[in-house]
């Protein structure tokens, strides 16, 4: 069975960086297309971005293009999420999940219905 466990989250201010890690095991983590979700408090859980198996393809979410980076270390058994200029808005907690790639080393999809092995997030607060 997949476990993840996110850590790096925690207090900074609009317009800092921070950089979070999923750390995988219990299976090959290449195998897998991997994604971070969000969830802000009163609302419904938002597919940020996801990497394919292969690492070449990555999807964001329109609020963080530009922002925000994922990259995968599959040696490592690693995932991560470069956060920078964070705003309010980005106030969450954060999901690291496997995610669908339909069979393909070079797709991804944030569709959070389709997603599983959910670590148990970790607390990204923006604010001043």
């Known amino acids: 069975q997949l476990q993840l466990v996110e850590s790096g989250g925690g207090l900074v201010q609009p317009g800092g960086s921070l950089r979070l890690s999923c750390a995988a095991s219990?299976?090959?983590?290449?195998?897998?297309?991997l994604g971070w979700f969000r969830q802000a408090p009163g609302k419904e859980r938002e597919g940020v971005s996801c990497?394919?198996?292969?690492?070449?393809?990555?999807n964001y979410a329109d609020s963080v293009k530009g922002r925000f980076t994922i990259s995968r270390d599959n040696a490592s058994h690693m995932l991560y999420l470069q956060m920078t200029n964070l705003k309010p808005e980005d106030t969450a907690i954060y999901y690291c999940?496997?995610?669908?790639?339909?069979?393909?080393?070079?797709?991804?999809?944030?569709?959070?219905?389709?997603?599983?092995?959910w670590g148990q997030g970790t607390q990204v607060t923006v604010s001043s």
């Open positions: 219990g299976r090959i983590l290449d195998n897998y297309a």
């Open positions: 999940a496997r995610v669908q790639g339909y069979g393909s080393r070079h797709y991804c999809s944030l569709e959070k219905e389709k997603a599983s092995y």
């Open positions: 990497i394919s198996v292969s690492g070449g393809v990555q």
